[in-house]
């Protein structure tokens, strides 16, 4: 079976760490082109696949009928990953995804958002992995930023929060996070909030720098990333929307006590976290051209009793979620997660042959 799977190889993306898991593990089984997202925009594909995969299908298509119908040309099965950043997406989204065979969406709330919206092809979940970094024992960091943490904990006794804050910081709920540390840290003055962000600061950073914050800042490899799970002490998950959030799955893979809604995506793996109830529900962007729905708000009050009873028990919870780290490093392997990938190619591009016989 020839596939081509095109996605942005070139410009570092979260989506391309997730496509290039992917094809390390599928090109055991077939035969796989890469094709970078920016050379599909301008060149199209060159030859006829049995399956056309774009990674993610609204961006690379840009919502353009023209560049679809130039990769449905290109192939017998064209597959379409994506996520949902709320509860619904737009109709055009909608009309582009129902011309694809199938959608793969990583968790149980984004197939629902595209259900909901009116998405008539079939949908699988297939999640994000973790990768093999996070099975190991515990990783001594050598990326100076890290190591900067921990002479900081260990001269002074510091406890960890870690948060990730890459971009759109009133869906990640940054001001929440605010709200809560400020509080926390009038009750514990060695609680320090740890930030990881990228090169581009997020507008809601100016807030969180009025706490007691360290930044770590730009892409770490997986190994580093290891590392500095493991040099903290809780993570705190409080997104308003998303498709999946990797970083809480990859916080518990490390045995850290994760606080997330109990919402979204969150409930496919909400067993396994401190769960943070939802006080109310809000638009969460006001003109992004494909999540137009709502997302979840925590409740500030809750999450910051939650996040206290940790802290006040911490070794407690810490030892209670070692042990769940083993459930989700077997769940969430990346090997167990392109296995089922790799299953829903071979029944889709069965259904559509059988489907293509049968109308001859």
């Known amino acids: 079976m020839r596939i ?131 099975m190991s024992n515990e990783v001594f960091p050598s990326d100076p930023r890290i190591r900067r943490l921990l002479v900081g904990k260990t001269l002074n006794g510091y406890v960890y929060v870690l948060y990730f804050l890459w971009h759109s910081g009133f869906r990640k709920g940054a001001d929440l996070v605010y709200k809560v540390m400020r509080e926390i840290q009038r009750d514990y003055p060695n609680v320090v909030l740890v930030v990881k962000r990228g090169d581009i600061e997020d507008p809601y950073m100016s807030d969180l720098r009025r706490l007691k914050c360290f930044e770590v800042v730009g892409w770490l490899s997986e190994r580093e990333l290891v590392a500095l799970y493991d040099l903290c002490d809780v993570c705190i998950v409080p997104s308003r929307g998303g498709g999946f959030e990797l970083n809480a799955v990859e916080a518990l893979a490390r045995g850290l006590p994760t606080l997330v809604p109990r919402w979204g995506c969150f409930l496919d793996y909400v067993e396994y976290c401190v769960p943070v109830d939802v006080e109310s529900y809000v638009r969460l962007f006001g003109d992004n051209p494909v999540h137009v729905g709502r997302g979840a708000s925590v409740s500030v009050l809750d999450f910051y009793f939650k996040l206290k009873t940790v802290i006040d028990d911490l070794e407690e919870y810490k030892e209670r979620f070692r042990r769940r780290s083993k459930v989700i490093r077997e769940k969430y392997s990346w090997e167990n997660v392109c296995k089922k990938l790799r299953d829903v190619i071979c029944d889709v591009v069965q259904g559509v042959c059988v489907g293509v016989q049968g109308s001859e």
């Open 4 to 134: 081509a799977y095109v996605y942005p190889k070139w410009h570092k993306t979260s989506f391309t760490i997730v496509s290039q898991h992917h094809i390390e593990y599928l090109k055991d089984y077939f035969d796989i082109d890469e094709i970078d997202e920016i050379d599909f925009k301008r060149r199209g594909v060159v030859g006829h696949y049995d399956v056309l995969i774009l990674h993610p299908l609204f961006f690379i298509t840009e919502l353009r009928y023209d560049r679809l119908r130039c990769a449905r040309e290109k192939c017998d099965v064209l597959v379409g990953f994506e996520v949902s950043d709320s509860d619904r997406i737009s109709n055009k989204a909608v009309d582009i995804a129902n011309k694809c065979d199938l959608i793969i969406v990583p968790s149980s709330f984004a197939k629902y958002s595209f259900v909901n919206s009116g998405v008539k092809v079939r949908i699988e979940v297939v999640p994000h992995g973790v990768s093999d970094y996070f």
